[in-house]
């Protein structure tokens, strides 16, 4: 048996979690009138949609290769190994893309939430590294990781703070 994947939908699905951080950001910066934590939020969310952006122009690249060649390897850019897609598919779905805000959630709750959004992207973008073979993509992809795991750091010293405000932990 075959396992076929498309590529283009893969590549939808990162757009979708990246356009939903930035909906999730958006949406729980405008819950607190705290304007230190609004900025983090909105930092975060201009974050993802770059993430977004790079996603979305690796699609286009990849749809001018389709159009100009007619034969079209799709195994030149993804593995078709089961076991990774099994993987694959399993970290999409614990991506939890949508989330709708009850508007009662504490400050806390929010990155911890969001702290848990990064770390089931990462999740995601790393079973994605298991199957892109081009190499050009594959940094791509690893420099978006890196950039999702400093916005874990930022989210982890943003609670910090929250929880014991007379520290200074930026350390300044």
Known sequence: ???????????????????????????AARLFNDKELRKVLFLL?????????????????????YEESLTFDVSSYLSTSPLALK???????????????????????????????????????CNLLDIVRDSLRRDKINGIIEEEKRHITILRRTLDQLRNPQSNVCGT
């Open 1 to 27: 048996m075959t396992t076929k994947l498309g590529v283009f939908e893969i590549i939808t699905v990162a757009e979708t979690i990246e356009r939903d951080g930035v909906d999730f950001y958006r949406q």
């Open 45 to 65: 969310a201009d974050w993802e949609h770059k993430h977004e952006g790079v996603f979305s122009t690796m699609r286009k690249e990849l749809s001018r290769c």
């Open 87 to 125: 993987s694959l598919a399993w970290s999409a779905t614990q991506s939890k893309s949508k989330h709708e805000f009850a508007g009662n959630e504490s400050k806390e709750e929010i990155l911890e939430l969001a702290m848990n959004r990064e770390r089931s992207t990462i999740r995601f973008y």
